[in-house]
């Protein structure tokens, strides 16, 4: 008897709606270098409206995915790496309402607030699942952080919105978990095996709580205080530790992890647009390096993943 073909749809995993973090990353990038360098909104505006073609699309074909092979989305709301990508479904709408603000208020608002929600509800089942749930602390890796990094997203936009004290309750749940999961995740690199290789690139979410936590930060208090200044020199420190495994990441085949590289990149860049002007120091040169190096990067991970979708090779991660 004859199986039936598997559809597409099945082998869109999880941790490829983290390719639409990497695309608000960066629309963040060149929306701060808009306002830096004092040109047109117009890039920043075209890679929102990317990232929200890319993030529809990918509801689609998992919302199929659900429907049509809901025991491969049941095994990877049990794996114990796959589970921690549920919130970038949450973060997405987050980033999305950020970017959209200027242009479409009434629809950033909703989709903030809904991310926020969601972003709340992931956060309670991911952290219950943790507590009743028996993992091997091998299985522990960096993307534990990003429940963490979703909770300190919603600070960016809740002044704007109106909601301080909404940004201040999450930024209070993100700072716990930062801690809290630097801790483990630090004692897991250092005294278990090194990560394997398609785990390897969410070393970069190291980069991603400092770097986001800055930002919010700064629009929490208002200004580039005491604490800004030590969350963005964290960054700095972590982005320095990152440079030492650049070439065993070029080394590294493609993954879908790959797109862990791009979004914490891009945060980095837009929180050095935020802290680096207010230095007396000529600080262009190493602005137009970041952003020139996150869009290399997060278009070269882009056309990576074309050519795997097209050569189906998402099939076999």
């Not at 919302?63 to 809901?70: D, L, R, T």
């Given at each position: 008897m004859n199986s039936q073909p598997t559809p597409f749809c099945a082998h869109i995993p999880l941790p490829l709606f983290a390719s639409v973090m990497g695309l608000c990353g960066l629309a963040m990038v060149w929306h701060s270098a808009a306002i830096h360098w004092q040109f047109s909104s117009l890039p920043a505006d075209l890679i929102t409206l990317l990232?929200?073609?890319?993030?529809?699309?990918?509801?689609?074909?998992?919302?199929?995915?659900?429907?049509?092979?809901?025991?491969?989305?049941?095994?990877?709301?049990?794996?114990?790496?796959?589970?921690?990508?549920?919130?970038?479904l949450s973060i997405n709408l987050i980033l999305l309402g950020i970017l959209s603000r200027e242009w479409l208020p009434s629809a950033s608002l909703w989709l903030w607030m809904t991310g926020a929600a969601f972003q709340l509800l992931f956060t309670l089942i991911i952290v219950t699942i943790w507590i009743e749930s028996e993992r091997p602390s091998a299985s522990i890796n960096p993307a534990w952080f990003i429940p963490a990094v979703g909770n300190v997203l919603v600070p960016i936009a809740a002044v704007p919105a109106g909601y301080p004290m909404v940004g201040w309750f999450f930024m209070a749940i993100g700072l716990f978990f930062w801690l809290t999961m630097n801790t483990i995740v630090f004692y897991r690199l250092i005294t278990k095996p090194a990560l394997e290789d398609p785990m390897r690139p969410t070393l970069m979410i190291l980069l991603a709580p400092p770097a986001v936590g800055f930002m919010a930060?700064?629009?929490?208090?208002?200004?580039?205080?005491?604490?800004?200044?030590?969350?963005?020199?964290?960054?700095v420190f972590i982005a320095a530790l990152l440079v030492l495994q650049v070439p065993r990441f070029i080394k590294l085949p493609f993954f879908p992890s790959w797109w862990a590289y791009t979004f914490p990149m891009a945060a980095f860049t837009s929180a050095s647009f935020r802290f680096l002007p207010l230095q007396q120091t000529s600080i262009d040169p190493i602005l137009a390096f970041l952003a020139g190096l996150s869009t290399l990067v997060i278009l070269t991970v882009a056309a990576r993943t074309l050519l795997a979708v097209v050569r189906g090779e998402l099939a076999g991660h």
């Open positions: 990232a929200a073609i890319v993030f529809g699309l990918l509801l689609m074909l998992y919302g199929y995915k659900v429907v049509a092979c809901g025991d491969r989305v049941m095994a990877e709301l049990r794996h114990p790496v796959r589970i921690n990508f549920l919130p970038t930060w700064v629009n929490l208090a208002g200004q580039v205080d005491a604490f800004a200044t030590l969350l963005y020199l964290m960054s």
